[in-house]
C-alpha cells in the first residue's frame, strides 16, 4: 500500500484498510524495540520537531523515541522553553518551523483544531499529537495495537468505554477507529460526561457500568480530570468511584476474561483500582510499548518510507 | 437635485411598490410617482428649476429603490481598537452596504459611558460624512454590570438607546433598574442576552457538532433564560426593552408570548444566524466564530417564522470587525465575531428573497421601518418630504467578496472569496450621493 497523507489529524480521515497497515507496519517496529541494539538509519537526515503546548511526558517521550530510534533528528518545542512564552502566535511558530525546513512535526495543544491550524500553514506533515477535546489519533491507533494484539482482531469484538467521555479526544477517535474496524463500542459515564449529543458518534450509550459489563472483551477507563468536581460535573471521588471505577469484582460481571486498557496516566483509586491496574488483566505498561511501535510506523510511513522527498 | 427614474419604488409604509420616479430636493424627497413616466418638464415643474443641467438624472430601469437601510447594531471599535475599524471605515463600509444610518455599540475603549465620548462617536460620523452614525451608549458605567451610567446626559449627547452589549448584564436587579430609569429619556434598552455561567467557557452552540469538533458548547439556554428574565423585567417596570441578536427557538417562543401580554419589546435577528447553522462550522473556520454562536437549522427555521409572523422585528448586522492576526488562532482562542456592514444585504437577498423566503417589502420593514420607529430615527421612508436616504438596488448585480474592494479594515466573514448575488449599486444620504457604482466617494 503506498500511503497518502501528509497529515495525520484525526483518524476520521483513515479508511480501515489504512489503519490495518499502520498496524501492521507497527509490528517489526515493535520487534525492533526488544533488540538490544535500538537503532536504524532509516530516517537520517530526516527532521521532525514536537511541539507541545500542553504538558505530556508520556506522549513526547513515546515520539522522541519513536524517532530518534528511526535516526530522525529531533527538535523538542516545549511551551516553557520557547518563544511561546514571549506571546508568539501558533501561527508565526508555525512560519519559523517551516523557515526551518522541518519535514515532519508533531503538536499537542489544549485546543481543538490546533494540528488542522497548524497542517494548513506548513508544507511539512504534521502529526495531531491530541488537540483540545477534537482527537488524538495516534492514542487510537496504539489502543487498536494493543486490542488487536490481545484480542486476535477486533471484529465483533466489544469495547466498553467509561469515563469522562464529554471531554475525551482519547474517546472520540478510539469509537471513530473503532467502528471502522468493525468492534462493538459501548460509551459508558455520568449524565453529565455523557451528554445527549455525544450520540452523533453513533454507538451505544449508557450511564450504567454493570449493565455493560457483561460480554465486554475489553474496558477502556477513560483518566478523570478531578478538576471536573468544581465544575459541578461529578459531586465526588467517592460517588464516581462507586459508580464507574473499575475494580476486580467489578471486571468479574463480563462473565470472560477481559482486558482493561487506560490511556494513562491513572488516577489509582478514582477510575480504576490500584490492584486491577497493576493485575495480569491491566494492559497499561503493554500500550507504552505499543505506542511507541505506532508512532514509529507512523513516522517512518509518513516520511516516504525513507524515500528522499525533500521539504521546502 | 436628483431625478431617479425608471426605477421599481419600495415603500412598505406608504404602500409604494411599482415602477416610477422619485425627486429629491435640498437633501429631502419632494415627489414620488408611481405608475406613471414624468416628462422632463413636468420634473423641472415639480422641482422648481428651469435647467435639466441642474439636475443629475439617475435611470434606475431594472432596479429596486429602496429607503436606506437601518442597522441598529455596529461595531465601530474606535475609540481604542482602530485596528479592527474606525468610525471612518465604518460607516463608509455600511454605505457600501447599503445603510445609510447605524447604531454603533458602546463596547469601545474607553466604553461609551459619559456625555463627551457619546458626542466623539457622534462626531466622528458626522465627520465621516457617509452613514449617519448615532451612538448607543452603556448602560452601566465601564459595561461592568453595576452602576447605571447618566442615561439623561448621555442621551443629550446624542445617544439614541442604551446596551452593554458585548456582555449581558448579569444581575438581574440592574437589569431592573435600567429599565426603570431609562424610562426618563424615552430610550431603549437593547439587551444582549447571554447568561454568563450557562455560557461558561464555550464557543459554539451546544450540540451534536460542538460534540464532533470537541468544542466547548454554549446551551440555547446561555440565551433563552435571559430572554424571559428581561421580559418579565421589563413587564414588571413598563420599561422599553430591545432585544439583540436572537438565535434560538426557545426565545422566539418567549417573545411572542411577551408580544402577546403587551409588554414593550422588540428583538432582532442577525443575518449569519439566517443563514450558516452550527454544522456548517468548520474547525478551523474561525470566520464563523460569533456570539451568539451559529444555532441549528431548526433555530433558523423559528426564526425565519419569528421574522415572517412579526415576533422578530429587526434585522440587524452585529457587524463585529476583528483583526487577521486575532481570526488565525486555533477556534477557541480566536475572538467572537462577524464583520457584516458590506456583506449582510447581498447574503439576505441571495438566501431569503431571491429564495422567495422573505418578500422585499418585509425586508425593508425589517431593516428599515421598524428601527426608524423603535429608535425614533428619521428615515425608513420614501413619504414626500423626508430625508433622502436612498439606496438603488441592484438584485443582478454579482460580486466576488474580496479585501481589496472592501471598506472595513477588517475582513472576519465567512463570505470572503465568495460570489453574492444582489448589491446595492447607488447609494444617497440626505440627497447626497455617497456611493455611485459599488465605490463609495471620497
Known amino acids: ?312 | 437635485m436628483l431625478w431617479i427614474k425608471n426605477a421599481h419604488l419600495l415603500d412598505p409604509v406608504n404602500r409604494i411598490s411599482g415602477r416610477g420616479s422619485l425627486l429629491v430636493r435640498g437633501g429631502r424627497i419632494v415627489k414620488v410617482v408611481v405608475g406613471e413616466e414624468l416628462t422632463a418638464a413636468a420634473v423641472l415643474a415639480l422641482l422648481g428649476c428651469s435647467d435639466l443641467a441642474e439636475v443629475s438624472v439617475v435611470d434606475g430601469a431594472g432596479k429596486y429603490l429602496f429607503p436606506g437601510l437601518i442597522d441598529a447594531h455596529v461595531h465601530l471599535r474606535e475609540p481604542g481598537q482602530e485596528e479592527k475599524e474606525e468610525i471612518k471605515s465604518g460607516a463608509r463600509a455600511a454605505a457600501r452596504g447599503g445603510f445609510t444610518s447605524i447604531l454603533a455599540m458602546a463596547n469601545t475603549r474607553p466604553v461609551i459611558d459619559t456625555r463627551a465620548l457619546v458626542e466623539y462617536v457622534r462626531l466622528q460620523g458626522e465627520r465621516a460624512g457617509k452613514a449617519r452614525v448615532y451612538p448607543v451608549a452603556a448602560v452601566t458605567k465601564g459595561l461592568a454590570g453595576q452602576e447605571l451610567t447618566e442615561m439623561v446626559d448621555l442621551k443629550a449627547g446624542g445617544a439614541v438607546a442604551f446596551s452593554d452589549d458585548g456582555k449581558g448584564i448579569q444581575s438581574a436587579e440592574v437589569m431592573r433598574l435600567a429599565l426603570e430609569y431609562a424610562k426618563l429619556t424615552g430610550c431603549p434598552v437593547i439587551s444582549h442576552c447571554e447568561d454568563e455561567n450557562l455560557a461558561g467557557a464555550g464557543v459554539i452552540r451546544k450540540g451534536e457538532t460542538s460534540a464532533r469538533l470537541g468544542l466547548r458548547g454554549i446551551p440555547a439556554s446561555a440565551e433563552s433564560v435571559m430572554v424571559a428574565r428581561d421580559a418579565l423585567l421589563a413587564k414588571e417596570t413598563g420599561g422599553r426593552l430591545h432585544l439583540a441578536h436572537i438565535s434560538t427557538k426557545e426565545s422566539v417562543r418567549v417573545i411572542r408570548a411577551a408580544k402577546e401580554a403587551g409588554i414593550d419589546l422588540t428583538a432582532e435577528v442577525n443575518p449569519h444566524h439566517l443563514i450558516f447553522a452550527d454544522e456548517d462550522v468548520p474547525l478551523t473556520g474561525t470566520s464563523y466564530k460569533v456570539n451568539p454562536p451559529l444555532p441549528s437549522r431548526e433555530d433558523q427555521a423559528a426564526l425565519l417564522e419569528g421574522l415572517l409572523d412579526g415576533t422578530i422585528d429587526l434585522l440587524a448586522t452585529d457587524h463585529a470587525p476583528h483583526t487577521w492576526e486575532e481570526k488565525a488562532k486555533p477556534f477557541a482562542e480566536a475572538p467572537f465575531g462577524i464583520n457584516g456592514l458590506e456583506t449582510a444585504l447581498a447574503a439576505v437577498w441571495q438566501e431569503l428573497v431571491a429564495k422567495g423566503k422573505l418578500k422585499p417589502e418585509r425586508l425593508i420593514e425589517l431593516w428599515a421601518v421598524n428601527p426608524a420607529r423603535r429608535f425614533g430615527l428619521p428615515g425608513g421612508t420614501l413619504a414626500e418630504g423626508a430625508l433622502a436616504d436612498l439606496v438603488l438596488f441592484d438584485p443582478e448585480w454579482r460580486e466576488v467578496v474580496t479585501a481589496e474592494t472592501r471598506e472595513s479594515k477588517s475582513h472576519n466573514t465567512p463570505f470572503l472569496g465568495k460570489e453574492l448575488q444582489g448589491f446595492p449599486v447607488m447609494v444617497w444620504v440626505g440627497g447626497k450621493l455617497v456611493v455611485k457604482d459599488r465605490k463609495v466617494l471620497p
Open chain 1, 1 to 312: 500500500m503506498e500511503w497518502r497523507h501528509r497529515n495525520l489529524l484525526d483518524i476520521q480521515d483513515l479508511t480501515a484498510a489504512e489503519i490495518e497497515f499502520v498496524l501492521q507496519t507497527a509490528l517489526p517496529m515493535k520487534d525492533l524495540l526488544t533488540r538490544p541494539l535500538k537503532k536504524l538509519p532509516t530516517l537520517r537526515g530526516k527532521s521532525m520537531a514536537l511541539m507541545f503546548y500542553e504538558n505530556s511526558t508520556r506522549t513526547r517521550t513515546s515520539f522522541e523515541t519513536a524517532a530518534k530510534i528511526l535516526g530522525a533528528d529531533v527538535t523538542i518545542f516545549s511551551v516553557a522553553q520557547s518563544s511561546v512564552n514571549k506571546g508568539e502566535s501558533l501561527y508565526d511558530t508555525a512560519k519559523t518551523l517551516q523557515a526551518m525546513k522541518i519535514d515532519l512535526v508533531v503538536i499537542r495543544h489544549a485546543g481543538s483544531g490546533a494540528a488542522a491550524f497548524l497542517a494548513q500553514q506548513l508544507k511539512a506533515g504534521v502529526i495531531n499529537g491530541g488537540d483540545g477535546e477534537h482527537a488524538h489519533p495516534t492514542q487510537a491507533l496504539l489502543d487498536f495495537f494493543t486490542l488487536k494484539e490481545k484480542l486476535g482482531g477486533l471484529a465483533g469484538k466489544k469495547i466498553v468505554i467509561v469515563g469522562d467521555i464529554l471531554h475525551s479526544r482519547v474517546a472520540r477517535s478510539n469509537v471513530l477507529g473503532l467502528k471502522k474496524l468493525g468492534a462493538e463500542v459501548v460509551l459508558v459515564g455520568p449524565p453529565t460526561l455523557l451528554p445527549p449529543e455525544m450520540g452523533y458518534l453513533g454507538v451505544k450509550t449508557s450511564y450504567d457500568l454493570d449493565r455493560e459489563l457483561p460480554g465486554a472483551d475489553a474496558v477502556m477507563a477513560l483518566r478523570l480530570q478531578l478538576e471536573r468536581q468544581a465544575r459541578g460535573l461529578f459531586p465526588s471521588v467517592r460517588e464516581y468511584h462507586r459508580l464507574y471505577g473499575l475494580t476486580k469484582e467489578r471486571l468479574g460481571k463480563t462473565v470472560k476474561e477481559t482486558i482493561v486498557l487506560h490511556p494513562g496516566p491513572i488516577n489509582r483509586g478514582v477510575e480504576i483500582a490500584s490492584d486491577l491496574a497493576d493485575s495480569a488483566c491491566s494492559v497499561i505498561e503493554e500500550q507504552v510499548t505499543n505506542g511507541v511501535a505506532v508512532r514509529m510506523a507512523l513516522i517512518y510511513l509518513m516520511m516516504g518510507g525513507g524515500s528522499s522527498r525533500v521539504v521546502d
